[in-house]
C-alpha cells in the first residue's frame, strides 16, 4: 500500500497554504511565466493556461495519490491572493525524506513569504507527518533561494558538480539551458528548534499556529 500525504491546509499568521483549485489557474499561468521562474526552474515556457489548468486538475492530484508528494497553493491570508507554490516531491516513505521547493510570484517577493510557507511545511512534515529529512536544492547563481534555505535553518551538505540545468536568455528572446551546480541543503527535525523564532525576529511574523 502506498503511502500519501493528507489533503490538508497549514496556516500562518499571514498565509494559508492550501491544495490547488481550478480558481487559482488564471494567476499560476502568470507567475509561471515569470522570468526567474523561467531562469531557475524546468516549468516549460511560455506557460499556457491550459498547462495550469493539467498541474492543478491533474499532476499534482497524480502526485499526492501516488505517495510522489504534494503542492500547496500559498495564499495571503487578507486577501486570499496566489502568492506562490510550495512543492514537496521525490517522497520516500521508507527513510521518511523528501525534497521541498518553492516559488514566489514576481507581485509578492520581498515579504519574507518565501521563508514563511518553507518554515511551516517543514515544520509540519518533520512534525506531524514524522519525517526525518527535508532536502533543498538550489542552483549555484540562485541567491535568493539559498537565503530561504538558511533562514529557515537549513545545513549546506555539499555540491552537486554540473546537476543543475538553468536558463538563460538568447538575442533573439528564446531560452538557452546553461549547466551549473546544485547546492544541497537539509533539514532535520532537530534542525528547527528555534528556527521559528528567528525567523520572526528577522521577518517580523510568528510562526505557523496549527493545520486544518
Given at each position: 500500500?502506498?503511502?500519501?500525504?493528507?489533503?490538508?491546509?497549514?496556516?500562518?499568521?499571514r498565509?494559508?497554504?492550501r491544495?490547488?483549485?481550478e480558481?487559482?489557474?488564471?494567476?499560476?499561468?502568470?507567475?509561471?511565466?515569470?522570468?526567474?521562474?523561467?531562469?531557475?526552474?524546468?516549468?516549460?515556457?511560455?506557460?499556457?493556461?491550459?498547462?495550469?489548468?493539467?498541474?492543478?486538475?491533474?499532476?499534482?492530484?497524480?502526485?499526492?495519490?501516488?505517495?510522489?508528494?504534494?503542492?500547496?497553493?500559498?495564499?495571503?491570508?487578507?486577501?486570499?491572493?496566489?502568492?506562490?507554490?510550495?512543492?514537496?516531491?521525490?517522497?520516500?516513505?521508507?527513510?521518511?525524506s523528501?525534497?521541498?521547493?518553492?516559488?514566489?510570484?514576481?507581485?509578492?517577493?520581498?515579504?519574507?513569504y518565501?521563508?514563511?510557507?518553507?518554515?511551516?511545511?517543514?515544520?509540519?512534515v518533520?512534525?506531524?507527518?514524522?519525517?526525518?529529512?527535508v532536502?533543498?536544492?538550489?542552483?549555484?547563481?540562485?541567491?535568493a533561494?539559498?537565503?530561504?534555505?538558511?533562514?529557515?535553518?537549513?545545513?549546506?551538505?555539499?555540491?552537486?558538480?554540473?546537476?543543475?540545468?538553468?536558463?538563460?536568455?538568447?538575442?533573439?528572446?528564446?531560452?538557452?539551458?546553461?549547466?551549473?551546480?546544485?547546492?544541497?541543503?537539509?533539514?532535520?527535525?532537530?534542525d528547527?528548534?528555534g528556527?521559528?523564532?528567528?525567523?520572526?525576529?528577522?521577518?517580523?511574523?510568528?510562526?505557523?499556529?496549527?493545520?486544518?
Amino acid at each position: 500500500m502506498t503511502s500519501t500525504f493528507p489533503n490538508i491546509s497549514i496556516s500562518t499568521d499571514r498565509l494559508v497554504l492550501r491544495p490547488l483549485d481550478e480558481d487559482d489557474i488564471p494567476a499560476l499561468a502568470e507567475m509561471m511565466n515569470d522570468e526567474q521562474v523561467a531562469a531557475w526552474t524546468d516549468v516549460p515556457q511560455p506557460f499556457t493556461e491550459d498547462a495550469a489548468h493539467n498541474w492543478v486538475t491533474e499532476y499534482a492530484p497524480a502526485e499526492r495519490t501516488s505517495g510522489r508528494g504534494l503542492d500547496f497553493a500559498v495564499t495571503e491570508f487578507l486577501t486570499q491572493r496566489l502568492v506562490g507554490l510550495v512543492q514537496l516531491t521525490r517522497t520516500d516513505w521508507h527513510i521518511r525524506s523528501t525534497e521541498l521547493s518553492y516559488i514566489i510570484a514576481p507581485w509578492a517577493r520581498g515579504e519574507g513569504y518565501a521563508s514563511e510557507a518553507a518554515l511551516a511545511t517543514s515544520q509540519w512534515v518533520l512534525g506531524d507527518q514524522k519525517f526525518e529529512r527535508v532536502e533543498l536544492r538550489t542552483a549555484a547563481d540562485n541567491t535568493a533561494s539559498q537565503q530561504v534555505a538558511q533562514k529557515i535553518g537549513c545545513i549546506s551538505e555539499g555540491v552537486l558538480r554540473g546537476a543543475c540545468i538553468a536558463h538563460v536568455r538568447t538575442e533573439d528572446g528564446t531560452w538557452t539551458d546553461v549547466r551549473t551546480d546544485f547546492i544541497v541543503w537539509s533539514l532535520l527535525p532537530e534542525d528547527l528548534e528555534g528556527a521559528g523564532e528567528e525567523l520572526a525576529d528577522n521577518s517580523g511574523f510568528t510562526s505557523y499556529t496549527d493545520w486544518n
